[in-house]
């Protein structure tokens, strides 16, 4: 391997910059991840990362080597991973967008854009298993939050040696959405020696910083007269299954076999169209089961394809706000799945404007009337890092003659990270109102208002807040747990690291509440979070205690459990106590556990959530969670117990086996869905997954139903 060795050198304190080298017309990169190839060794690399963590700001204790070679159709990264400690390599997970969080790893970002905000995210660990994701441009501070969700069309390899790992990056130009007159694209690395739990980054190490925070990222120079080409991709898929439902009366065996197509098109270098047609869902996996002690409807989250790539387009404002919330489209109000006939999508951005559009119907079904859906979202850039946007829904049925319900949103965020020098500074706000058929013209009780302020730092953190929904705040395509209230919401963490302790690498100290009230200044409820110790060591390992005062006032009857009502107008005052403890991911056995004891309504409550987490070897992960409850009132005394088992097998990073069993004391029901994916080649995936439910009659199983499922599916580029 015979590589340049010539360094990076920093163009200024902020930024560093490195140029990529463009491929002669005879050369070509074998993707192997052993970096023979002599552009290789034209390319100067990007290096000398600095820690995140332990020791913040000191050099990297493994050396790592980035360089970068293209030719018109694609980019290719390459990665020298030096480790002085070869046998201590992690890599248990193969699977991919599987989470890295107990193995080594490499990440990087890439602004194709140039513009500070957005981004993609690519990560992969030295089993090869790959993950990615899109960096979000509403979000700020140092948690910029990823879509991990995305599934672009790129391919990597891994070679592991004696002087550590190695790693070769192909990235078709046509996976990307960038501007083609930018001078520069950003960049930045990170990586992860897990056995240390070191962090190092290329740049953006401070602690305010971070890989995700695009403002803090380095220059990649050179790329010239690049092409998506046509920028059409064409991904047909036909599915097969057969399904019996004995235990709700269908008893006779049902055979499908259908066919549907997506489309993709890239109108420009960086505005992206989705068209789908008959679309399935066939492979998405199962809700993880949860049981509800409170009065307000859970939120799952959404796990479909279609709907998950280019969603960072569609958020809107910060926080319980949703006036746009994708399960709503393709699922009846009990959750049961419901056709889609097609869908067109439309993201990215043109100009300084960030756009989505989706175009949605679902079919008419028995029960279940068919309806149209119309989302539009735009945000203006503004500033550095700022923006101001807007959001319109509409929902209309195409049976039975009620009203189209439409919602309309304003929103802004004003985001700083040279606060005080170099500290992050976040407003926020958001204005939205949405129509109600069955109220009269001019009633004003549809609208939601908020804002917010965040200094998001290290060592110190503060936020607070105030959010108002009005009685008939129901966005028709959106989810809000909690209307008729005005809630206020401070919080404000401390966070200290001792200097050169050898074991310990954080502790945390804070305190945040929400005080909710009616429009008569009422108090409704309040929670408040006291964060009395949190202890975070160099291992990985973590303990820490809370205590939660609380207040609810019950405006109505609460049925908390079947045959026990908490009567209306009652008031409540407890407070509860949580310990957790969690050992260091990476181990090969893993534990984590939550304790939570105290007062609750009108008696008590016990709550003991426990998980099990073995890797015998790489590629194969076992898994088992628990929560059980047990709520004493003076009303009536019940248990609940959720448990859940995974087994998952990964053979390589294209071929992967999931097993996902639930069983839940509120259902009475056990659920187990098995999942297999073959990945032929990025963008081609064959799956098969079997789902068998049972009823628990008194420890006898009774089957509800059960289906099974082939579905292949295979994307070609022009």
Not at 397 to 402: K, L, N
Not at 404 to 423: I, K, M, Q, Y
Not at 674 to 697: A, C, K, M, S
Request: with cysteine.
């Amino acid at each position: 391997m015979a590589l340049g060795m010539e360094r990076v050198q920093e163009t200024s304190l902020e930024q560093r910059t490195f140029t990529a080298v463009r491929l002669t017309e005879t050369e070509s990169i074998t993707l192997d991840g052993e970096l023979e190839e002599a552009a290789w060794g034209r390319a100067v690399p990007a290096t000398d990362f600095i820690q995140l963590d332990p020791l913040n700001g000191e050099p990297a204790t493994e050396q790592t080597e980035v360089r970068v070679v293209y030719d018109r159709n694609r980019i290719f990264v390459s990665v020298i991973c030096y480790d002085s400690d070869p046998d201590g390599l992690l890599g248990n997970q193969m699977m991919r967008d599987a989470a890295f969080a107990g193995d080594d790893r490499f990440m990087f970002v890439i602004d194709p854009y140039l513009d500070g905000r957005s981004g993609y995210y690519f990560e992969i660990n030295p089993s090869g298993a790959m993950g990615d994701g899109l960096v979000n441009p509403v979000a700020g501070g140092t948690n910029i939050s990823v879509n991990r969700s995305w599934d672009g069309i790129w391919n990597a390899r891994v070679e592991q040696s004696e002087i550590g790992w190695t790693i070769e990056i192909e990235i078709p130009f046509r996976t990307l959405n960038f501007n083609p007159n930018a001078a520069a694209w950003g960049i930045n690395f990170q990586r992860t020696v897990r056995r240390k739990n070191e962090e190092s980054l290329w740049m953006g190490y401070a602690r305010n910083q971070s890989l995700t925070r695009m403002s803090n990222a380095g220059r990649l120079e050179g790329l010239r007269e690049i092409s998506q080409g046509v920028g059409l991709d064409v991904r047909p898929y036909i599915v097969s299954g057969l399904s019996q439902s004995p235990g709700r009366g269908l008893p006779a065996t049902k055979g499908n076999t259908d066919v549907g197509a997506d489309f993709f098109y890239n109108l420009t270098p960086s505005l992206r169209a989705n068209f789908t047609i008959n679309t399935d869902f066939a492979e998405t996996e199962v809700d993880r089961r949860r049981v509800n002690l409170t009065r307000f409807p859970l939120r799952f989250p959404e796990q479909r394809d279609f709907f998950l790539e280019g969603a960072s387009f569609f958020d809107f404002a910060v926080g319980r706000l949703e006036s746009f919330f994708s399960r709503r489209i393709g699922r009846t109000d009990a959750g049961a799945p419901q056709a889609i006939n097609f869908g067109a999508k439309l993201t990215g951005q043109v100009g300084s404007n960030d756009i989505g559009f989706l175009q949605m119907q679902t079919a008419t079904e028995p029960g279940v009337a068919g309806a149209d859906f119309t989302v539009l979202r735009t945000r203006r850039q503004v500033f550095t890092q700022s923006y101001v946007g807007m959001i319109y829904t509409r929902r209309s049925e195409r049976e039975g003659d009620q009203a189209d319900r439409h919602t309309v949103g304003l929103d802004f965020a004003l985001n700083t990270s040279e606060f005080r020098g170099s500290d992050n500074l976040n407003l926020w706000g958001y204005w939205a109102w949405n129509n109600n058929p069955g109220r009269p013209r001019g009633h004003l009780g549809g609208h939601a208002f908020g804002v917010r302020l965040a200094y998001p730092n290290d060592p110190w953190s503060s936020i607070v807040s105030y959010r108002e929904f009005g009685e008939d705040h129901d966005p028709a395509v959106g989810f809000i747990p909690r209307v008729n209230m005005r809630r206020f919401s401070p919080g404000l963490t401390y966070a200290p690291r001792p200097t050169g302790h050898p074991w310990i690498r954080r502790f945390r100290f804070g305190w945040d509440g929400e005080w909710i009230s009616s429009f008569e200044n009422e108090l409704l409820s309040y929670l408040q979070n006291v964060s009395a110790f949190s202890i975070e060591l160099h291992s990985g390992d973590s303990f820490r205690v809370n205590i939660h005062p609380s207040f609810e006032r019950l405006a109505n009857d609460f049925e908390i459990h079947p045959d026990i009502v908490l009567p209306k107008g009652a008031a409540y005052h407890f407070t509860r106590y949580v310990f957790d403890l969690r050992t260091a991911s990476q181990r090969p056995i893993a534990f984590n556990s939550t304790y939570e004891v105290g007062s609750f309504f009108s008696g008590n409550r016990r709550e003991f959530t426990a998980g099990l987490d073995l890797r015998p070897r790489n590629g194969v992960l076992l898994g088992l969670t628990g929560e059980w409850n047990r709520v004493d009132l003076d009303e009536g005394r019940f248990t609940t117990s959720v448990v859940r088992a995974s087994v998952d097998t990964q053979f390589n990073p294209w071929i992967s086996l999931n097993n996902n069993i639930q069983y839940d004391t509120r259902s009475r029901v056990l659920g187990w869905q098995t999942r297999f994916r073959w990945i032929l080649q990025p963008g081609n995936d064959l799956f098969f997954v079997y789902v068998h439910n049972w009823e628990d009659d008194f420890l006898e199983l009774r089957t509800l139903d059960r289906q099974g499922v082939a579905k292949l599916s295979y994307t070609h580029r022009f």
